[in-house]
């Protein structure tokens, strides 16, 4: 199996960064995330390279969304990136991870009063996604005394090549506003004394292994922002949104890089905006890309059986990763601890979760497995613990996060105390 450069194999055992898959399960036990600092910050500067090399103003915000771990957030707010945020909560987050409020943006279809509030209050920026949410954002800053700066989110009507619960600008999706109509609603926010419209965004999907439907959306977005600027709106950004995939068959899945991607995408963005005569900032909003495959999730086998197949019974469910149940999602796994022997049999990865639907990875050729083995789940940082939950009481893993020779624990596995913590005993039961 082709592996990423900060994945190795020596003395039969895995490696992430230089650290042995083997020992970090011993020290920290198991399950356990695993991520490598360094690799990120490869994934940041190969993409930031990749556009800044043909544009100059250009801005990565991070999907948060995709992995809410502060450290991780650090790491990408040192290397100037800001984030593309989707909860209160995760704007929060973003904000103590060191991002200034200006490399923000608040996206998401459905917010709060509250929501509006707070990113108003901190001078975020705020993708708007209805008529309805702009004229309660006019409100909200008027009587916060304050302007509100925004875009409006795009849906630009692609059909894109992804699984269906993660194509987000289908003419049919939730999102955004209908590009027909988004002339009109940007005159509606002229209108409006306490929002400033200064930008434009979409969000095609997301796993996308093409790069040919961004070019696309990047035409359909020029082709707006023209027509904007001849409205008397001054765009300071055009934001193409986030989603270029990973090939999580390592062997077997085209693999576009962040090259590929601004050779598609970027002589449309040039072409657009001196046809309209703006030169705008080129915000991007990679989440998985950057992430995905920084981290492993390790897991130990605590038994096998054979029965009409062969399973290997582990100690992570989809309660820790839900992206194979949720999105038939592929992750290649890796047995760490004989990562070199043959692989000979056949066996399904399934977790201790009371669910037939709980298998993590089905039909897999690996070395003959015993219980003790440990098995790698690869590409496992983006919508990974970020969509994890505590199903059938149990308590989340750690995180531990690896960088150079250093080794250190970057979230503490949640204890039996931590389920029952947030619970209230009603007066009745007392
Ligand atoms: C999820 C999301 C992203 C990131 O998608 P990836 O596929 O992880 O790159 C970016 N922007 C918005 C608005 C999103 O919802």
């Not at 981290?295 to 992570?316: E, G, I, Q, Y």
């Not at 970020?386 to 893993?397: D, F, K, L, T, V």
Request: hydrophobic share 40%.
């Amino acid at each position: 199996m082709k592996l990423p450069s900060h994945l190795t194999i020596q003395n039969g055992h895995l490696h992430i960064a230089g650290h042995d898959c083997v020992s970090l399960a011993e020290t920290y036990g198991t399950p356990l995330y695993v991520t490598s600092e360094d690799r990120i910050r490869d994934r940041f500067r190969n993409y930031h390279q990749a556009l800044s090399s043909r544009y100059s103003q250009i801005q990565v915000l991070f999907a948060a969304k995709a992995n809410g771990n502060l450290a991780i957030m650090r790491v990408l707010a040192q290397l100037g990136a800001g984030a593309d945020v989707f909860s209160s909560g995760e704007l929060l987050l973003a904000l103590e991870a060191g991002m200034p409020a200006k490399k923000l943006l608040y996206n998401g279809s459905s917010k709060t009063k509250n929501d509006l509030a707070l990113a108003v209050q901190h001078g975020v920026k705020i993708s708007v996604d209805s008529l309805d949410e702009l004229h309660q954002l006019d409100g909200v800053a008027r009587k916060a005394g304050k302007i509100a700066e925004i875009s409006f989110r795009v849906n630009p009507a692609l059909e894109v090549p992804t699984h269906p619960k993660i194509a987000t600008g289908l003419a049919t999706s939730k999102f955004g506003i209908p590009y027909d109509r988004i002339p009109a609603a940007y005159k509606e926010a002229l209108s409006c004394k306490n929002v400033k419209p200064v930008g434009i965004h979409c969000h095609i999907g997301s796993q996308i292994l093409e790069v040919e439907p961004f070019a696309r959306a990047a035409e359909v977005m020029v082709r707006i922002a023209c027509e904007l600027s001849g409205l008397g709106v001054n765009l300071e950004f055009l934001d193409l949104g986030g989603g270029l995939g990973i090939p999580y068959h390592h062997d077997s899945d085209p693999a576009p890089t962040p090259e590929d991607y601004a050779n598609a995408v970027m002589p449309v963005f040039l072409a657009g905006i001196k046809a309209a005569g703006i030169t705008p900032e080129l915000w991007i909003e990679p989440g998985r890309f950057l992430v995905a495959d920084s981290t492993l999730l390790l897991t130990r086998v605590n038994s096998v059986k054979s029965a009409h197949k062969r399973f290997a019974n582990v100690d992570a469910g989809f309660n820790l990763l839900i992206r194979p149940a949720m999105y038939d999602a592929y992750h290649e796994v890796i047995v760490a601890n004989h990562a070199d022997a043959p692989l000979i049999t056949e066996y399904t990865v399934t977790g201790p979760i009371c669910e037939t639907g709980d298998i993590l990875a089905a039909d897999r050729k690996l070395p003959e497995l015993a219980s003790g083995d440990l098995i790698a789940v690869l590409d496992a940082g983006a919508y990974g613990y970020a969509m994890s939950s505590q199903y059938n009481g149990r308590p989340r893993c750690p995180e531990v996060l690896v960088h150079g020779n250093e080794v250190a624990l970057m979230r503490r596995g949640e204890t039996l105390a931590d389920l029952t913590c947030s619970m209230v005993r009603p007066p009745w039961q007392q």
